[in-house]
């Protein structure tokens, strides 16, 4: 147990010196912010991930909707530089990428260089209204996952809400089956297998040591559910949406 949090708090460390130059271009996004191609760029996303952003389980699509702004341009960056979506296993991951890749595509190199699509699409995704999702996942048992979820919440937080300094993003409005294949991949080295390109998603290779097998997970997102309807309801009223509405979990 020692040697797990030990490797734990290695990593948190690891995992800040990797995000300070993810946090340069921080309000990137308010400074571009163009509804307009805000509008056009969200209509190659919303053909998998849904008009609201609330994601399509049979096209793999998770939701989208609210996930920080941060979280998103770091994802995206990882699917354009083949930090994600770049094994031949990955199947959900290799849809996603080429469509990550068609942003910023074609301007000049002054603009390109500024990211102007992938924050902008970033900004937009991040102030769509969130919802809880409907549980699909069976046979979880929510207190045995709560002995796993401790060494999960030393990045993630004890009520699931997230640390944008440690990279790891809230997990209130996350679907089980979107968890379940995660904690899937990232077990089998497909995703977080690159030091280099996906240092986050990396920190994730000592956390799934801890996690055994499929019945762990799915104990563990069985307690981040239970945790996560809880913390929703708690949750401060988000910004405005992209139309300028107040935009309320449901």
């Known amino acids: 147990m020692f040697r797990h949090f030990a490797g734990k708090f290695l990593f948190r460390g690891l995992t800040l010196l990797f995000c300070l130059p993810f946090a340069v271009n921080a309000d990137k996004a308010r400074d571009d912010y163009d509804s307009k191609l805000a ?119 004890p009520n699931s809400e997230g640390n944008q300094q440690l990279n790891a993003p809230s997990q209130i409005y996350l679907e089980d089956w979107y968890m379940l294949e995660q904690l899937k991949k990232f077990k089998r080295g497909l995703r977080g297998a690159d030091a280099i390109k996906d240092p986050q998603g990396y920190t994730m290779t000592p956390i799934m040591a801890t996690i055994p097998d499929e019945q762990a997970m799915k104990d563990v997102i069985a307690y981040i559910r239970q945790i996560s309807r809880e913390s929703a309801k708690k949750k401060p009223e988000p910004a405005a949406t992209p139309t300028g509405s107040p935009a309320q979990p449901e």
């Open 39 to 157: 509008n056009q760029l969200f209509q190659l996303c919303s053909a998998c991930h849904g008009p609201d952003g609330h994601g399509n389980r049979e096209l793999m699509a998770p939701a989208i909707a609210g996930l920080p702004e941060w979280y998103i341009v770091n994802q995206l960056r990882k699917f354009k530089n083949g930090g994600r979506g770049a094994h031949p296993a990955d199947i959900a991951g290799l849809r996603m990428r080429p469509m990550a890749r068609t942003l910023d595509m074609g301007r000049d190199k002054g603009r390109n260089s500024r990211e102007v699509d992938l924050h902008t699409i970033a900004h937009y995704v991040a102030e769509l209204k969130p919802k809880q999702p409907v549980d699909e996942v069976k046979g979880g048992d929510a207190e045995r996952g709560k002995a796993f979820y401790l060494v999960c919440s030393a990045c993630h937080g």
